[in-house]
């Protein structure tokens, strides 16, 4: 029996009460002209999600890890990568904040050998339309990584540590061990990341913010813990 082919992508997609959004998300990534898995990790949704991922995960390529309870953003992406058997690994958050369309740009300086990390910016572009406090409080904890690790990373400055398209080769998740299971999640990559020495490298990404309304769950309290995250980090706590 010829084992299966190993996908070029892996795409983790973490849910938790996105029937609003989540099928056209699904249809967005399946139009990517890529060859990728699509591993969906839901979080115990409890408003109709799990009937939408139940007909979602009938389409070729597309797999549904179904959690019990609700464990955290970080939780499910780990989840995801345990399964993951993709080259590459890309998360994409269940909402319509980001395009897929930018998979292509983001995966290609991997797949030419020039990195072994890209982080699509929110940045880059222009000034994102964000509120107030989500705006500096990104900038905030851009800062602190690059102040805080500043020898790990060189002449390199980051300008998005908490981007959700954080974009690695598949084999380097195993160098190191994720404590955080939550939004905390996303700068301890970045961090673990910047201390294994991987290549890294940014490109500027579309973004179409969402607010509270359409069911945005982080709130301005997880930026307090990801600097707190980073300091314990730094401290080698």
Same mark, same amino acid.
Not at 64 to 69: E, N, W
Not at 90 to 111: G, V
Not at 166 to 182: A, G, L, Y
């Given at each position: 029996?010829?084992?299966?082919?190993?996908? &070029?992508? !892996?795409?983790?997609?973490?849910?938790?009460?996105?029937?609003? &959004?989540?099928?056209?998300?699904?249809?967005?990534?399946?139009?990517?002209?890529?060859?990728?898995?699509?591993?969906?990790?839901?979080?115990? !949704?409890?408003?109709? %999600?799990?009937?939408?991922?139940?007909?979602? #995960?009938?389409?070729?390529? &597309?797999?549904?890890?179904?959690?019990?309870?609700?464990? =955290?953003?970080?939780?499910?992406?780990?989840?995801?990568?345990?399964?993951?058997?993709?080259?590459?690994?890309?998360?994409?958050?269940?909402?319509?904040?980001?395009?897929?369309?930018?998979?292509?740009?983001?995966?290609?300086?991997?797949?030419?050998?020039?990195?072994?990390?890209?982080?699509?910016?929110?940045?880059?572009?222009?000034?994102?339309?964000? %509120?107030?406090?989500?705006?500096?409080?990104?900038?905030?904890?851009?800062? !602190?990584?690059?102040?805080?690790?500043?020898?790990?990373?060189? #002449?390199?400055?980051? %300008?998005?540590?908490?981007?959700?398209?954080?974009?690695?080769?598949?084999?380097?998740?195993?160098?190191? %061990?994720?404590?955080?299971?939550?939004?905390?999640?996303?700068?301890?990559?970045?961090?673990?990341?910047?201390?294994?020495?991987?290549?890294?490298?940014?490109?500027?990404?579309?973004?179409?913010?969402?607010?509270?309304?359409?069911?945005?769950?982080?709130?301005?309290?997880?930026?307090?813990?990801?600097?707190?995250?980073?300091?314990?980090?730094?401290? =080698?706590?």
């Amino acid at each position: 029996m010829q084992p299966e082919p190993i996908p &070029t992508l !892996s795409v983790i997609v973490p849910v938790y009460n996105e029937r609003r &959004t989540i099928d056209v998300l699904l249809a967005k990534v399946r139009e990517v002209d890529i060859d990728m898995e699509v591993i969906v990790v839901d979080g115990a !949704s409890e408003d109709g %999600t799990v009937d939408i991922l139940r007909e979602e #995960e009938k389409n070729p390529g &597309t797999r549904v890890i179904y959690q019990s309870k609700r464990e =955290g953003r970080g939780n499910a992406l780990k989840i995801g990568l345990e399964q993951a058997r993709g080259k590459v690994v890309i998360f994409q958050d269940a909402d319509l904040e980001l395009d897929p369309n930018d998979y292509p740009a983001l995966i290609k300086p991997i797949m030419d050998d020039e990195a072994d990390v890209v982080f699509g910016s929110r940045f880059l572009k222009e000034k994102p339309r964000m %509120t107030f406090l989500q705006y500096w409080g990104n900038k905030a904890v851009n800062w !602190s990584v690059n102040i805080l690790f500043r020898p790990e990373l060189k #002449e390199l400055w980051l %300008t998005d540590v908490e981007t959700c398209y954080q974009v690695f080769r598949r084999e380097c998740f195993d160098q190191f %061990t994720i404590k955080n299971n939550d939004f905390a999640f996303t700068v301890e990559l970045t961090v673990r990341l910047v201390q294994q020495g991987f290549r890294i490298t940014e490109i500027p990404i579309s973004y179409f913010p969402r607010g509270r309304a359409e069911g945005k769950k982080i709130y301005w309290a997880d930026g307090f813990v990801a600097l707190w995250t980073l300091v314990k980090l730094r401290m =080698g706590w």
